[in-house]
């Protein structure tokens, strides 16, 4: 066993890593090539990113939220997502990393001892370290670990493990999701080292640990890796996820904490260490379904690399940590060494029947004030102790959390707001439960007993268009309260509509109108679009010919419809279809298209009696008739030779099924009666007539 009091000097390669004295929070790393994430909303199929993308990498679901695609993309299919109104965001695939090291001690500080000593143990808690791993061989950790999973695109035993320079570790590899680097090692021994009377003990000493790695032997790992693993912790139903990582902010990484945090995962990351910054706290500990946490020194001070910023929600020990590595144990300082301590005090509070915002609750009412700035230490050192052992003095806190609107959505109009809020010693509909918005004076609620929440009607048009905090607060009969923020976008700027495709197709028919169906699609973002007008304009005068008013509704409508121009069948003309959509507020969006008239005029048939021969005698009258029939259209269809009387009624006839453009032929036709007229009729298929006739 080393000494407690050695420090490594070695740190994590990445800009999270250490090597400098300010111990930098660690960036995004640019993305490799096109690799790209793209997430689509709620209801929305991936099919179109699939299709598009080089390569798939990840299928992410978060379920309410949405699914999301990680994989590689032509620039060009990028352009078309962007476009694509049901794609939420197409971001880089970055980095995180692993946050830096210099390392804590802090088990005694938070009084977790005691808590051994009372026999809380966290025992049936699942605690994830999202992080590098976890040595599965450790003695310390080993009765603890319960399994893992592999998210990095590096698994343990497939890379050069180490820190800085990625060469120099020598960890064995029984499982994919083993510790190469050290980190991961570090951070699960804080929070759950077994009580063994050697080595190290952690906050927690009994819960099950599970081994999320989601960053390489070098200490880095992808946005969708990160995201992935998040999810994997929420769908194993795990209680606590431990992430001390950090970078620039993630789409698809605040996606999977939300979609955790909605899961009922206590979710904890370490704020950074960019301790010469001010109101810099990284992600994931930035967003607001995190607690973030920052670092603190032996004497009660602010670590000096330790991020400071309004999202900080506790302070733990962070540096000169000792606890556990693969090769054994050392000494770690950072951010990364405070935030475990965190996460095993919330799996103690999880293994004793809280819920994930119970817990965290829990956590921030029984913080200790160690006189440092709300930015430094948000509401307080960690007291493990207090917190589970019921620092409020018997009558816990209500949980309160964001139903509508939801984190990060942008709003418009007037929304309802629905708070979800509970006590355990309190009746539902008991609580009074109040918001805000940026801070300003208290909005009461109203108790729904349909849906369970607390209600009211908030008018955005009464704040400027951009981003606002909303914070919920709760309070009990005894008093004790909680508060939950969110923040929203709101954008009551009113956009135009578009007419989106427009196209027209002449209809044939056997009418004298020209016809033509005219196709069309509009959109609109607000969402409020009222009516489609179309008018048919004939080229040559000008003169309009039909218009149509269609009623829509909604973000987007599509349909067709017929315009009649009359008498016009044959005419060759051409025509403008112009469309105008109108939204709600009356803005208009417009589009036009052209359309000839192509359908010749029917040419009537014509028929001929190019000779006659008598064949009469005293009892008949007999005719023998040489007809001939044409047609320029060519669809002749019959040719009837007829002997009409004088009343013009038909005493015989014969009829010729023809086709074509000609036909001729010999018929007779006879009658005891006296004929007066013999008349040939030819027709076409389109009704068309056209005859010859003789006097007998």
Not at 315 to 333: I, K, L, Q, R, W
Not at 582 to 592: E, I, L, V, W, Y
Request: with cysteine; aromatic share 4%.
């Amino acid at each position: 066993m080393r000494d407690a009091n050695t420090t490594r000097r070695r740190v994590l390669q990445g800009l999270a890593a250490g090597t400098t004295a300010s111990g930098l929070v660690g960036q995004a790393a640019a993305s490799r090539g096109n690799r790209y994430i793209v997430k689509f909303a709620p209801g929305k199929s991936t099919g179109p990113a699939k299709r598009k993308a080089s390569s798939v990498r990840r299928e992410l679901d978060f379920e309410h939220l949405g699914k999301a695609i990680s994989g590689t993309f032509p620039e060009e299919a990028l352009e078309g997502l962007r476009n694509n109104p049901n794609v939420q965001y197409v971001e880089a695939n970055g980095e995180m990393h692993a946050l830096a090291q210099t390392l804590p001690w802090g088990v005694d500080r938070v009084d977790a001892d005691v808590l051994h000593a009372d026999g809380e143990t966290g025992n049936g808690a699942d605690i994830a370290i999202l992080d590098t791993g976890i040595d599965s061989d450790h003695p310390d950790l080993q009765g603890n670990v319960r399994g893992g999973k592999c998210h990095a695109d590096e698994c343990c035993g497939n890379a050069t493990g180490g820190i800085f320079g990625c060469d120099d570790n020598n960890n064995d590899c029984p499982h994919p999701w083993d510790d190469d680097n050290d980190h991961g090692t570090h951070c699960a021994g804080s929070a759950d080292a077994i009580d063994d009377t050697e080595g190290v003990v952690g906050v927690s000493t009994e819960a099950n640990l599970w081994a999320g790695k989601v960053l390489n032997g070098c200490g880095s790992g992808s946005y969708d890796n990160i995201a992935a693993g998040i999810e994997w912790a929420a769908d194993q139903g795990f209680d606590v996820a431990s992430m001390s990582l950090g970078g620039d902010s993630s789409s698809v990484v605040k996606d999977a904490c939300q979609y955790a945090y909605d899961k009922g995962v206590l979710l904890v990351a370490a704020a950074g260490n960019d301790g010469e910054c001010t109101d810099c706290v990284g992600y994931p500990a930035a967003y607001s379904t995190v607690i973030a946490v920052s670092a603190t020194s032996e004497d009660d001070s602010l670590a000096s690399f330790s991020s400071t910023g309004p999202e900080v929600e506790l302070a733990a020990p962070g540096e000169g940590v000792y606890s556990t590595v693969p090769s054994g144990y050392d000494t770690f300082s950072g951010t990364s060494m405070a935030c475990p301590h965190v996460s095993g005090a919330g799996g103690q509070l999880m293994a004793n029947g809280y819920t994930n915002t119970e817990a965290r609750t829990q956590l921030q009412d029984t913080a200790e004030d160690i006189g440092l700035g709300d930015n430094e230490q948000g509401y307080g050192l960690l007291d493990a102790e207090a917190a589970v052992s019921g620092g409020s003095g018997g009558d816990s806190a209500p949980s309160v959390s964001w139903g509508t609107p939801s984190d990060g959505a942008t709003v418009s109009g007037t929304v309802t707001v629905q708070i979800s809020a509970s006590d355990s010693e309190d009746s539902d509909g008991s609580l009074t439960v109040e918001y805000t918005v940026d801070g300003g004076s208290s909005r009461s609620t109203t108790y729904n007993s349909t849906s369970g929440d607390y209600e009211d009607s908030w008018d955005t048009t009464t704040v400027s268009d951009g981003d606002h905090t909303l914070e919920a607060t709760a309070t009990d009969s005894a008093g004790n309260t909680s508060s939950a923020s969110i923040t929203v976008t709101t954008d009551n700027t009113e956009s135009a509509p578009a007419v989106d495709s427009l196209s027209a197709s002449e209809v044939e028919t056997s009418d004298g109108d020209a016809e033509f169906d005219v196709d069309w699609s509009v959109s609109d973002s607000d969402g409020d679009l009222s009516s489609v007008d179309l008018t048919l304009t004939q080229d040559s005068d000008g003169t309009t010919e039909d218009t149509a008013s269609v009623s829509v509704s909604g973000s987007s409508a599509s349909g067709t419809t017929r315009l009649v121009a009359a008498g016009d069948d044959g005419s060759g003309n051409s025509y403008t279809v112009d469309a105008t959509v109108t939204d709600g507020a009356g803005n208009t969006g417009t589009g036009s298209t052209t359309v000839s008239e192509t359908e010749s005029t029917n040419a009537a048939p014509s028929a001929s009696i190019d000779g006659l021969n008598n064949r009469s005698n005293r009892q008949w009258d007999r005719y023998e008739v040489d007809w001939s029939a044409g047609d320029a259209d060519g669809n002749l269809d019959t040719v009837v030779v007829e002997m009409l009387d004088s009343s013009g009624n038909t005493l015989d006839s014969a009829t010729n099924n023809v086709s074509g453009s000609s036909a001729s032929g010999v018929d007779e036709v006879r009658s005891k009666s006296n004929g007066t007229q013999l008349v040939v009729t030819a027709t076409d298929t389109d009704g068309a007539t056209g005859s010859d006739s003789r006097s007998i």
